[in-house]
């Protein structure tokens, strides 16, 4: 029997049905969506982490002018100190409350002082009473009725240094933030900040719902974090993309960071107004801004402000549309309230204030362009990371306020009614530390633009001359005080030109002594002078004196024929008035990195360039000018002072100078025309007056000088200039340095 193999038949396979598909499709995309998301959530993570630990914002410099010391013989006035204190934006309270205030009584100024840190640490808060007399500060006494021999101010905040795109801030820490700000804020923005992950479902739903109802947008459902997330990462974008990176970067801020930590970068991160073209961020710049005073001393009502302001800094702007922003206050200062943040009273007390909001960009006590001009240049050749500069350092200057608007004032009167195209700088020095105090660079010295107290090199005139006769002075043996000049007339090349110097009046005196040739300014005794002892010596005085680049000198130039700044002047008359000794003009004291770390002090080397004993005669000689000579107008018009200085008169009437200086103080003012056309003003009629005017309003002490061990009073033959005895006739009795005079002296046969 045969058998037949039968083939087995496949079974026939089910299809699947199309759901099965679609699931499998669309677990697909979604692990490849999940894969993506993951990727990103771990880009994200690590950009927003590692921006966020780091420095999260560029910060500006914040440049400070001096701090005002206090010390029992100090001449300031009453007046002078409260002066001081409302720059400061301190308010008087006689009931002394709070830190920033401060009271008055007869001869007493008691103050409540701020902490603040300055170059040598952190000075705490302090309360102080100041007595005076009719001379100045008497004593100074601590709470305790302890008697101290020193206090201080906290220096005046002048400026924040903006670079280029870069935002206004001040950076507060948390804990200097009043607890009545923190708790409103949330209160108002975000009331679950302590309690959700970043994101908060049901406040979406909640603004979700209300938008419905209302058929427009009434209430959003960002948390602060999710605002804090929009504005450091995010642009104001209303789409979903940016909704949903919002959320992203708040849960992974909200897993990385603190509460506290959020918290405080929100507070200097959000956006409070406009300044101009620069935006207001963070409440501390926020109360700076619209109150000039600091955030721990915002009262109730001023808090509720700046809450309100977070819906809408347009359109609550408090000084364009007073009433919304008014309306806005209310209504937090009213949440305050009903959530116990505030009681009765002070809720009463707060709604019946008004606005008291200062002027635009008060904050900055004053805005000196000037003045700044040199710090900005003094910072780039200290030669800062440009990294620094954005990271909130503090900026310590020696910027004396009321000098600085003392001198301003001065320009802006005198030069009233001149010709609308005369000019002027001013420069007002402590000589003794070669410390710059105040800085005018034009007549409108409110205005940044060329500064020609820094950058106008003019010729200079007479005031080259104490130069020569220092170099004279500091040959005793060859040199002194009566030493006989030729005035008689003189011809020579200078420049390739034939010259023959003139006296201001167009007269020669035949021969004149070296103390009056100076006094008198008479220019052809000078330029013999000055050709005796070579113009190599000249040029070695100038460069011993502070000019630290090259001059090119010829024998025009010992009348003054040579171009410097008034920044160059006063450097000279620095070392003349500070009795030979030079320091190199500074308007920067220290640099601080935000935590008060010290980045940069200066150094404040100091070179004994003349001897005491050469500088006296010299000094002498300044002296002399201002009370006989060409500056005489200084004893008339300020007859109890003894100044000494030299008045200055370039070629045709272009440039008048003066540079003079009493105890402590020296000022330089130059007069002239951009253009370099004739003033027709001398260094006498011109430039003087405006230094009188200043000491007249500034007050002035006179100078005090004592003869060094070198020198002694001596008589002096007026006709020969020899030393003589002083039973001599015809006698003239002036300093003299005495290792060089004769030990036995008789008198002088054509005397």
Known sequence: MSTRSKATAAPKVKARPWWHKALVTLGKLALVTLCILLTYLIYLDSKVTRAFAGQKWQVPAQIYARSLELYPGKALSSLQLQAELEQLQYQRNPAMTAAGQYSVSRNHITIFRRAFTYIDGMEPEALFSVEFNSSGINRIRYRQQQEVNFARLEPQLIEHMLSPHQEDRELVRLEQVPGLLKEGLLLVEDRNFYHHRGVSPL??????????????????????????????????????????????????????????????????????????ATPVHGFGLGSRFYFAKPITELRPDEIALMIGLLKGPSYYDPRRYPERAMNRRDLVLRLMFEHHLLTGEQYQQALARPLQLVARGQYLNARFPAYLDAVKKELRQINFDQQLLSSGIKVFTFLDPKA??????????????????????????????????????????????????????????????????????????????????????????????????????????????????????????????????????????????????????????????????????????????????????????????????????????????????????????????????????????????????????????????????????????WLGRDDNKPIGLTGSNGALPLFIDYFKKQGAQSIIRYLPDQVQVQAFSVTSGTAVAESCANILLLPAISVEMQQQLTCDNSN
């Open 203 to 276: 406040s979406v739903l909640r603004a979700l719902w209300a938008n419905i109802i209302a058929g427009r947008t009434v209430q959003g459902g960002s948390t602060l974090t999710q605002q804090l997330a929009k504005n450091m990462y995010l642009s104001s974008d209303r789409t979903l993309l940016r909704k949903v990176n919002e959320a992203m970067i708040a849960l992974i801020l909200d897993y990385r960071f603190s509460k506290d930590h959020l918290l405080e970068a929100y507070l200097n991160e959000i956006f409070l107004g406009q300044n101009h």
């Open 404 to 669: 600085q608007q003392q001198a301003e004032q001065t320009v802006t009167e005198q030069l009233l009614n001149k010709d609308e195209q005369l000019q002027a700088a001013m420069m007002v020095v402590n000589y003794q530390q070669a410390e710059i105090q105040a800085l005018v660079g034009g007549r409108e010295s409110g205005f940044a633009g060329f500064n020609r107290a820094l950058d106008a090199k003019r010729q200079i005139g007479s005031i080259i001359k104490p130069v020569i006769y220092l170099e004279a002075l500091n040959q005793p043996g060859r040199f002194s005080l009566a030493s006989i000049l030729q005035d008689q007339p003189l011809s020579l090349r200078s420049n390739n030109e034939d010259w023959q110097p003139q006296n201001f009046d167009k007269t020669f005196r035949g021969q004149v002594n070296l103390l009056t040739a100076l006094t008198d300014s008479l220019n052809v005794p000078t330029v013999r002078l000055g050709l005796q002892l070579g113009m190599p010596a000249i040029s070695d005085g100038l460069r011993k004196l502070g000019l630290n680049r090259r001059v090119n000198l010829h024998p025009a130039a010992l009348l003054g024929a040579v171009e410097l700044s008034p920044l160059e002047v006063s450097q000279l008359y620095q070392t003349l008035a500070n009795d030979g000794v030079y320091q190199m003009l500074a308007t920067v004291q220290a640099v601080t990195d935000q935590d008060g770390h010290r980045l940069y002090h200066r150094s404040g080397e100091r070179y004994s360039r003349y001897p005491a004993s050469s500088i006296y005669l010299l000094q002498h000689a300044l002296i002399a000018a201002t009370q006989t000579g060409t500056a005489k107008t200084l004893q008339y018009a300020l007859p109890t002072t003894v100044f000494a200085g030299k008045t200055g008169t370039s070629s045709d009437y272009r440039d008048s100078w003066f540079s003079g200086f009493d105890q402590q103080t020296l000022v330089t003012v």
